[in-house]
C-alpha cells in the first residue's frame, strides 16, 4: 500500500485502526509460535513498531495520512515507517547512540550526547575532522540526516556561510534527537557509472547465516556411518555362528548403541521391520544365548537375501562399486561449508561496496583453503552460493542485466536509485560534493513512503535542508539526465516487456524528466483498495501523450479510445491556475469501466476504473517512446511476442491456483503492453507476430491455449478491420477484449 502513497483520495477519510491492529495480533502469533527464535525475535519488534502505531493513533501524537504525521517533526525528518505506510512516531535518525558516535565522543574528549557531537562540528577540529571525512570519502550515508553535518562542512569551506548558517538553524530544534553526523567506512565511494544489488557485507553476512542441510546431512550421515554398519552387520549373518562369532556379535552390538546415541539423523535403523532393525534385534537375541523362534528366523533369512539381491554379497565387484560411488558422493562437502569459505573470501574487501570482479570469489577451493578448510581441493561452489557472490558484481546496470543478475523488474528497481544519485549528483562541479549528494540521494531512496491523502506527494529530495543549501551550487545537468532517462526506461522496457514498471521505478524516471527539464509525465499503479475515484492532472498528460502516438492505431482501435477527444484542448484544461485533480478523466475511466464507482465502491470496482487509466495512458509505455524516445532494441516486434510469452507464462500459473484473479490481471497488463508494441510495428512485422502466436502457444500446456483463445481471436478480429460488440465480445463470445479487472467473475477462469 505504501508505494503508491501520492495518489491517494481527495476527500476526507479516516484512517482505521483495525489494519494496524490485525497487523499488531499478526506479529504477535509469529512472535509466540514460531519455531525459529531469530522469527521471533523480529516479529517481536515488528509487534512493538505497530504497537506504537495504535498508541500513537489513539494519544493523538500521529497523523495518519499526513505528511507531517508525527507531531514536532518537520516533513524532512525520515520517519519510521511500516507496511501500509503507517509512521511509528520514531525517527529513523533517533534511538540509542551508535558505536560510532561512542567513538566520535570518546576521540573529541565530549560528552557522549548528539547536542554535544553537533556543537563539537561546528569547532574548528570539529570541521577539520568532516572537511577529511569529505576528501577522503570514506563515510556512510545511512538515512539522509548523515549527510546534514558534512553539508555544513562543504558549505562553510565553500565561503558559503550564510547557507551554512541557516541550515544549522534548521536543524537545532533536533540536534539533541537526531544523528547528524556520517558512519565512517573502511572504503571511499565506488564509480558512480557501476550498480550492484548487494553489497560484499550483505553477501558475506548470508553466506556464514547458512546451516547444514538437513536432508541432506542426513543422507551424508546414512551414506558413511550405517552403511558401513549394516554392511558389516550383514557380512556378520553370512557367516557360520562359532565362539568368534558370538564375540564379534557382543561388538556390533556395542558399536550399534554408540553409534545410535551419537548419530541421530537417520532414523531408518529404529525400524524393527526394517532390514537392519531385524538382524539387531536377532542379534540381541542370539547372543544373549537366546534359541531364534521359526518366526523371526524366517524374517532374518529374509532381510539377509534381500540386502543381497539389492547390492550384492559385500566385498562382491557390484556391492563395491556402488559403496565407492556412495562413498564419492558423501565426500562431497556440504553446500553451509562452501557457503562459508565464500564468506570468509569477501571479509577481506571493502564490506560497504559491490565488487568489481567477482571471477576469483567464485574459483575452485584452491590447495591452501583446502588445508585451512579441510575441503577437498578443486571442489566446485554450488550455483547457490555463486549466485549469492555474483550478486555483488558492481558493473554497469546493462551489464548486470545481460548477465541476468536482475531477475526482475521489481530488483531493477532496486538497482535504479544508484543510477539516479550518481546522475544527480553531476549538477555539482566540486567533487567531494557529489560524493556527498550521491550518498544522500541513495540514502534519501531508503525512505519508506508514507500514506498520504487528499492527492499530496511524498517528501522529495530536494525538500532537505541541506539539499536545499548547496542548491545555489549546482550547474546545468539537462543531457547527462536525458542520457539517463533514455538508457534506464529502454532498459526496463528491453528486460521485461511484459511487466508494469514498478512503482519504485516510476518514481526515478520522474526524478530523471524533471532533470531533463522534459514534459514527461509518468504515473505511478494506484492501489484499488485505497482509490477513491480521483486522478492527478499528469495522468490525463500521458493519456494525451499516448494520444499523439496512438491515435488510429490497433491499440486504440481495440481498446475503443477515442484519443481525439482526449487531445482536446479543453479536456481537463491547466487553465490559469493548475488543478489538483482531472474530474473529467476520472469521469472517463469511471465510465469507460461500466459505471461510476463512487456510487458501488469495491476493491474490484476500483481496479476496473484504475485499469481503463492505465489502457488510456498506456501506463508509461507512450512516454518514454514519444517524450524519452527510448530504443527498442531487437525492434517493437521482438518485445511484442515477449509479451505475449508472458500472457501464456502467467496464464500457465492459473491452474491449481487458489487466488487466480491476480494472475489473471498480469496476464492482461502484459496482453496491453504487448498491443502497444504491436501497434508501433510496421504491417509486415504485425502480421509475422499474429503468425507466430500459435507456435507460441504450443510451447504451453493446453489448457492456456484454451484460456487465451478468445483473446487471440479477438485480437485477431480487430487485426482484420473488425470491431468487438459493446460488451466487448465479438462472434457470440468466441473472440473477447481481453482486460484484467471484473466484478462478476472473469472468463478466463470459467474453464477448471
Known amino acids: 500500500m505504501d508505494?503508491?502513497?501520492?495518489q491517494q483520495p481527495s476527500q476526507p477519510v479516516a484512517v482505521n485502526p483495525a489494519y494496524a491492529a490485525d497487523r499488531l495480533a499478526k506479529a504477535l502469533a509469529t512472535a509466540g509460535s514460531h519455531p525459529h527464535a531469530a522469527t521471533r525475535e523480529r516479529a517481536a519488534a515488528r509487534g512493538e513498531r505497530w504497537r506504537a502505531v495504535l498508541s500513537?493513533?489513539?494519544?493523538?501524537?500521529?497523523?495518519i495520512g499526513s505528511r507531517t504525521p508525527v507531531r514536532g517533526l518537520p516533513a524532512w525528518v525520515t520517519p519510521e515507517v511500516v507496511r501500509g505506510g503507517f509512521a511509528t512516531g520514531t525517527a529513523s535518525a533517533s534511538g540509542p547512540f551508535l558505536p560510532h558516535e561512542t567513538q566520535a565522543a570518546q576521540r573529541f574528549g565530549i560528552p557522549a550526547t548528539r547536542g554535544a557531537l553537533f556543537a563539537h562540528a561546528l569547532t574548528g577540529p570539529g570541521l577539520d575532522a568532516l572537511f577529511a571525512l569529505l576528501d577522503s570519502g570514506r563515510y556512510e550515508v545511512t538515512v539522509p540526516e548523515e549527510a546534514a553535518l558534512l553539508t555544513v562542512a562543504w558549505l562553510v569551506r565553500a565561503g558559503d556561510v550564510a547557507a551554512a548558517a541557516d541550515l544549522v538553524e534548521a536543524l537545532s530544534p533536533h540536534i539533541d534527537t537526531l544523528r547528524f553526523l556520517p558512519r565512517p567506512s573502511t572504503a571511499p565511494a565506488g564509480r558512480a557509472d557501476l550498480v550492484h544489488r548487494r553489497t560484499a557485507g550483505d553477501a558475506r553476512a548470508s553466506l556464514e547465516a547458512r546451516l547444514p542441510h538437513t536432508a541432506v546431512e542426513t543422507q551424508r550421515?546414512?551414506?558413511?556411518?550405517?552403511?558401513?554398519?549394516?554392511?558389516?552387520?550383514?557380512?556378520?549373518?553370512?557367516?557360520?555362528p562359532d565362539d568368534a562369532w558370538y564375540a564379534h556379535g557382543d561388538t556390533l552390538l556395542r558399536r550399534y548403541r554408540a553409534l545410535a546415541a551419537e548419530h541421530t539423523l537417520c532414523t531408518k535403523h529404529r525400524d524393527p521391520k526394517g532390514n537392519v532393525g531385524i538382524l539387531v534385534g536377532a542379534l540381541t537375541e542370539v547372543c544373549a544365548r537366546r534359541s531364534l523362534d521359526a518366526r523371526r528366523a524366517g524374517l532374518v533369512r529374509t532381510a539377509v537375501g534381500s540386502m543381497v539381491r539389492k547390492r550384492g554379497l559385500p566385498g562382491s565387484e557390484r556391492h563395491t562399486a556402488l559403496r565407492g560411488a556412495q562413498s564419492a558422493q558423501a565426500a562431497l562437502p556440504g553446500h553451509h561449508a562452501l557457503a562459508h569459505l565464500a564468506a570468509r573470501r569477501l571479509a577481506v574487501l571493502p564490506q560497504e561496496t559491490g565488487v568489481e570482479d567477482t571471477g576469483p570469489l567464485v574459483t575452485e577451493v584452491s590447495a591452501r583453503e583446502a588445508e585451512e578448510s579441510g575441503l577437498p581441493a578443486g571442489s566446485a561452489l554450488p550455483a547457490p552460493v555463486r549466485r549469492v557472490v555474483e550478486g555483488t558484481l558492481s558493473a554497469p546496470l546493462a551489464t548486470l542485466v545481460e548477465r541476468r543478475l536482475v531477475p526482475s523488474a521489481e530488483v531493477l528497481a532496486g538497482l535504479v536509485p544508484q543510477l539516479v544519485a550518481s546522475t544527480t549528483a553531476r549538477t555539482y562541479e566540486d567533487g567531494p560534493l557529489r560524493t556527498l549528494a550521491a550518498a544522500t540521494y541513495r540514502a534519501f531512496r531508503n525512505r519508506r513512503s508514507l500514506l498520504l491523502f487528499h492527492l499530496v506527494h511524498q517528501v522529495r529530495a530536494d525538500e532537505l535542508p541541506w539539499v536545499r543549501a548547496v542548491s545555489a551550487?549546482?550547474?546545468?545537468?539537462?543531457?547527462?539526465?536525458?542520457?539517463?532517462?533514455r538508457e534506464l526506461g529502454g532498459t526496463a522496457v528491453r528486460a521485461f516487456p511484459g511487466t508494469l514498471p514498478p512503482n519504485p521505478l516510476v518514481r526515478e524516471l520522474s526524478v530523471l524528466a524533471r532533470q531533463a527539464e522534459l514534459d514527461a509525465p509518468f504515473v505511478e499503479e494506484l492501489a484499488a483498495d485505497i482509490f477513491m475515484g480521483t486522478f492527478s492532472p499528469k495522468f490525463l498528460k500521458a493519456a494525451q501523450v499516448a494520444a499523439e502516438v496512438l491515435e488510429g492505431t490497433l491499440y486504440a482501435r481495440y481498446y475503443g479510445i477515442d484519443?481525439?477527444?482526449?487531445r482536446a484542448p479543453d479536456a481537463d484544461g491547466p487553465g490559469r491556475n493548475a488543478p489538483r485533480t482531472a474530474?473529467?478523466?476520472a469521469a472517463l475511466c469511471a465510465a469507460r469501466a461500466g459505471g461510476d464507482s463512487a456510487h458501488s465502491w469495491s476493491v474490484a470496482?476500483?481496479?476496473k476504473v484504475i485499469e481503463q487509466a492505465q489502457i488510456l495512458t498506456t501506463?508509461?509505455?507512450?512516454?518514454?517512446?514519444?517524450?524519452?524516445?527510448?530504443?527498442?532494441?531487437?525492434?517493437?516486434?521482438a518485445l511484442a511476442l515477449r509479451c505475449y510469452a508472458e500472457v501464456c507464462r502467467r496464464t500457465a500459473q492459473v491452474r491449481g491456483n487458489p487466488r487466480p484473479l491476480a494472475t489473471v490481471k498480469d496476464a492482461a497488463y502484459a496482453w496491453r503492453q504487448m498491443l502497444f508494441h504491436l501497434s508501433l510495428c510496421e504491417p509486415g512485422a504485425r502480421d509475422r507476430v499474429l503468425a507466430a502466436l500459435e507456435d507460441e502457444t504450443g510451447r504451453f500446456p493446453q489448457h492456456v491455449a484454451d484460456r487465451v483463445r478468445p483473446a487471440v481471436e479477438g485480437l485477431r478480429l480487430l487485426a482484420n478491420g473488425g470491431e468487438f460488440d459493446e460488451d466487448g465480445t465479438a462472434d457470440g463470445g468466441r473472440a473477447r477484449r481481453f482486460l484484467g479487472w471484473s466484478t462478476g467473475g472473469h472468463w478466463m477462469l470459467e474453464l477448471r
Do not use: C, M, Q
Not at 550421515?221 to 557360520?240: C, K, Y
Not at 484519443?563 to 482526449?566: G, R
Open 473 to 485: 551550487h549546482k550547474r546545468p545537468n539537462a543531457d547527462s539526465a536525458r542520457d539517463a532517462l
Open 221 to 240: 550421515e546414512a551414506l558413511t556411518v550405517w552403511n558401513p554398519f549394516s554392511d558389516e552387520l550383514l557380512a556378520h549373518w553370512l557367516t557360520d
Open 619 to 637: 501506463h508509461n509505455l507512450a512516454t518514454l517512446v514519444h517524450r524519452v524516445s527510448i530504443d527498442p532494441g531487437a525492434g517493437w516486434d
Open 605 to 607: 470496482a476500483n481496479g
Open 3 to 6: 508505494t503508491h502513497a501520492d
Open 56 to 63: 500513537g493513533i489513539a494519544e493523538g501524537r500521529l497523523s
Open 583 to 585: 474530474p473529467d478523466f
Open 563 to 566: 484519443y481525439a477527444a482526449l
